[in-house]
């Protein structure tokens, strides 16, 4: 004779199955919906998803985007915003240093660096404190214009001390045919082409959070995508013009 608990019908398969009620059928458990500051369940959880709209209890993206607005100063937002770009211009002046260091004269690959990978890594740059912010602190970026000032910064930042470095250690007097025409080219086109290309880039992820804040969505690449490529490619070119028809003017 077998003891209580042998009974086939004491396997788990076989025991009664607990069923929400009727209402919360298809609706995921109250303790997997985003609470407090995680952003990542706030930005990808269920309570954003239109079917589970007022049905799963947490806070959604516009009211977390509200409240930590509220805890954080205009000024404060501001200041964050221009650190951002201060920081990505200052990022940016990796990418110069290993342009420079594969750069290598009359290689395959120096020309594709110069042209390609070092054009996409510093636009990349200049502008991933933005990016930063955007996607994973999105409450302390609130003024579309100021978007744009910030890329502006990066760009003077990565050019000023480019500049710097070009002349004062990259290139001697003796390398250039005239020195004050090159000093001055690098200050003057040079610097012009950074903030260009800043911008274009700028204007994307301006483009993107204007579109995010009008659908109360997180924000997104996808929309920004366009005009970064513009001005990788266009930084590129400028690369290659450079490299093929002003570097031999400029040198003896």
């Known amino acids: 004779m077998s003891g209580k608990g042998d009974s086939v019908f004491d396997e788990p398969q076989f025991q009664p199955q607990r069923r929400l009620p009727p209402a919360q059928e298809g609706v995921p458990n109250a303790a997997e919906t985003p609470r407090g500051d995680d952003w990542d ?27 930590k607005e509220a805890g954080v100063s205009a000024d404060r937002a501001a200041l964050a915003c221009l650190a951002a770009g201060l920081v990505g211009g ?29 054009p996409a890594s510093e636009e990349l740059l200049k502008v ?26 990066a760009a003077l930042v990565f050019a000023s001390v480019e500049n710097v470095i070009y002349t004062r250690i990259y290139v001697v007097p003796d390398d250039v045919r005239n020195w004050s025409l090159f000093v001055g080219f690098r200050w003057i086109v040079c610097t ?11 204007l994307g992820l301006l483009k993107a959070w204007r579109l995010a804040r009008s659908l109360a969505v997180p924000f997104s690449m996808e929309t920004a995508y366009p005009l970064l490529v513009s001005a990788i490619v266009f930084h590129g070119f400028y690369n290659f013009a450079a490299w ?9």
Request: aromatic share 14%.
């Open 128 to 153: 991933s404190g933005l990016i930063f912010l955007l996607e994973k602190r999105p409450y302390l970026v609130r003024s579309g214009p100021l978007l744009l000032v910030a890329g502006l910064l």
């Open 41 to 67: 369940a706030i930005r990808d959880g269920a309570v954003n998803e239109p079917f589970f709209a007022g049905k799963v209890p947490g806070e959604t993206f516009p009211q977390w985007l509200a409240r």
């Open 90 to 118: 200052c990022f940016a002046i990796v990418g110069a240093f290993l342009a420079h260091l594969f750069g290598v004269r009359g290689s395959g690959f120096g020309l594709f660096y110069l042209c390609a990978f070092g």
């Open 244 to 252: 093929r028809w002003l570097e031999p003017f400029l040198t003896p």
């Open 192 to 202: 012009l082409l950074h903030v260009s290309c800043s911008l274009i880039a700028a």
